[in-house]
């Protein structure tokens, strides 16, 4: 079975910073492309990050114009984790935050399987 | 980037009901729609992805069509379990951009 847990959410203050965790089971971890998807409170669903997946050293990261430049998508493979390292947070950065596996440029890319989400909270 | 206009943006429909939810893309985007329901309090589900493909396990009355620059999600019969919020992405080009969502309450 196919699992996505979040970890690492909290409460931070105006340009603190927080690392997300995502630990994956149920499937080849290192060949798929993961990313990582936000939804402030009572609000819609925002794409902020992916990750290529083998091979991904070096590999393409794309990020919303929103977070470019103060987050950053990672991924430990040995440990099959995926990583949202977050700076200089803003309120507007307060949502749930959930790990999403892509499933492939084959399949167009749906985001097939999702975690139950980790909440960030940022004021002060 | 690709602007996912969804609409309507809520939706009260009585079980049995046929239902359809549209979303225009602001530029063409083949086939790289997909659809996903997000029950209150849960994580987005995956219906449909790649327009038409409907994933294991997701009832036989959702289904998805288009192409292009507009898609649509049909409900051919209404279940009170399909209450939630359904939202429309684009996975064409980065940045993968959702559309606004839907309510869709049972009346």
């Known amino acids: 079975e196919v699992q996505l847990v979040e970890s690492g959410g909290g409460l931070v203050q105006p340009g603190g910073s927080l690392r997300l965790s995502c630990v994956a089971s149920?499937?080849?971890?290192?060949?798929?492309?993961m990313n990582w998807v936000r939804q402030a409170p009572g609000k819609g669903l925002e794409w902020v990050s992916y990750?290529?997946?083998?091979?991904?050293?070096?590999?393409?990261?794309y990020y919303a114009d929103s977070v470019r430049g103060r987050f950053t998508i990672s991924r430990d493979d040995a440990k099959n984790s995926l990583y949202l390292q977050m700076t200089s947070l803003r309120e507007e950065d307060t949502a749930m935050y959930f790990c999403?596996?892509?499933?492939?440029?084959?399949?167009?890319?749906?985001?097939?399987?999702w975690g139950q989400g980790t909440l960030v909270t940022v004021s002060s | 980037d690709i602007q996912m206009t969804q609409s309507p943006s809520s939706l009260s429909a009585s079980v049995g009901d046929r239902v359809t939810i549209t979303c225009r893309p602001s530029?063409?985007?083949?086939?790289?729609l997909n659809w996903y329901q997000q029950r209150p309090g849960r994580a987005p589900k995956l219906l449909v992805s790649?327009?038409?493909t409907l994933q294991s396990g997701v009832p036989s009355r959702f289904s998805g069509s288009g192409s292009g620059t507009e898609f649509s999600l049909t409900i051919s019969s209404l279940q009170r379990e399909d209450v939630g919020t359904y939202f429309c992405?684009?996975?064409?080009?980065?940045?993968?951009?959702f559309g606004q969502g839907t309510k869709l309450e049972i009346k």
């Open positions: 992405q684009q996975s064409f080009s980065t940045p993968f951009t």
């Open positions: 999403a596996r892509d499933a492939g440029p084959l399949a167009a890319r749906p985001l097939d399987y």
């Open positions: 530029q063409s985007i083949g086939r790289y």
């Open positions: 790649a327009t038409f």
């Open positions: 990750i290529n997946g083998r091979d991904s050293r070096g590999g393409p990261t």
């Open positions: 149920g499937f080849t971890f290192s060949t798929y492309e």
